[in-house]
């Protein structure tokens, strides 16, 4: 049973360009998480998707990132026109269930570097 | 939802040595879950707790919650060099199951 895929692991991008990250949860669970970590810092939440339905964006920059999990296809977090304090690792994590509580099954992460 | 304060920020240790790091919260908690994220890599579930004064054990690993629910620790008996890591305690983010995350507390073992 693989665990939470991540894609792509490293990711550069230049000032002003889009990065896209992708998740695919472990096999059974329909629930997502999105968190950001800074370097020396613990993880923030930014996201929790269904579905087709965002259920909690309170975490999220209320401009430049978006985030979607469709139908079919992994879940994606989308940042635009990204700045240098972007860089972070972006985690995302999935469970069989929502609603507290719940262990959460991280992926690998996927680190941002902005030039 | 509250933050979760974990204290030490950093801890080194010399291997065999004990190892304690702390959660606390101005707020009561549901329940505190504790991860371990090694040096590189992902964070990965250790155990959740949710009694008021549950103590549970995993090996060398000793995990406490706190009677009044707003404290928490994790204790490891005789260090080695494979505990190396940052362990986060994560609190309830609301009843959505996102979670909180302390700052974490950073073990280096020294062999």
């Known amino acids: 049973n693989a665990g939470v895929m991540q894609n792509p692991r490293h990711l550069v991008r230049r000032r002003g360009q889009e990065a896209r990250l992708r998740c695919s949860p472990m096999k059974g669970h329909s629930h997502v998480y999105w968190y950001r970590q800074l370097p020396e810092e613990g993880l923030k939440f930014m996201v929790y998707l269904q579905k087709e339905n965002i259920i909690d964006e309170s975490g999220m920059p209320k401009e430049r990132f978006s985030a979607e999990f469709p139908k079919e296809g992994p879940s994606i977090l989308r940042i635009q026109q990204v700045v240098r304090g972007d860089s972070a690792a972006y985690f995302c994590?999935?469970?069989?269930?929502?609603?507290?509580?719940?262990?959460?099954?991280f992926g690998p992460g996927t680190r941002l570097t902005v030039l | 939802g509250q933050q979760v304060m974990q204290i030490p920020q950093y801890q080194h240790v010399q291997e065999g040595e004990d190892f304690t790091t702390y959660c606390n919260s101005s707020?009561?908690?549901?329940?505190i879950q504790w991860y371990k994220q090694r040096p590189g890599g992902h964070p990965v579930f250790l155990i959740q707790l949710v009694k008021s004064g549950e103590v549970k054990k995993q090996k060398r690993l000793t995990f406490q919650f706190g009677e009044a629910k707003k404290n928490s620790s994790l204790h490891i008996t005789a260090t080695q060099t494979t505990d190396v890591g940052t362990y986060f305690c994560a609190r309830d983010g609301g009843s959505q199951g996102n979670l909180i995350f302390g700052k974490g507390t950073k073990l280096s073992v020294k062999p």
């Open positions: 994590a999935s469970s069989p269930t929502g609603g507290a509580p719940n262990e959460q099954f």
């Open positions: 707020t009561t908690l549901s329940n």
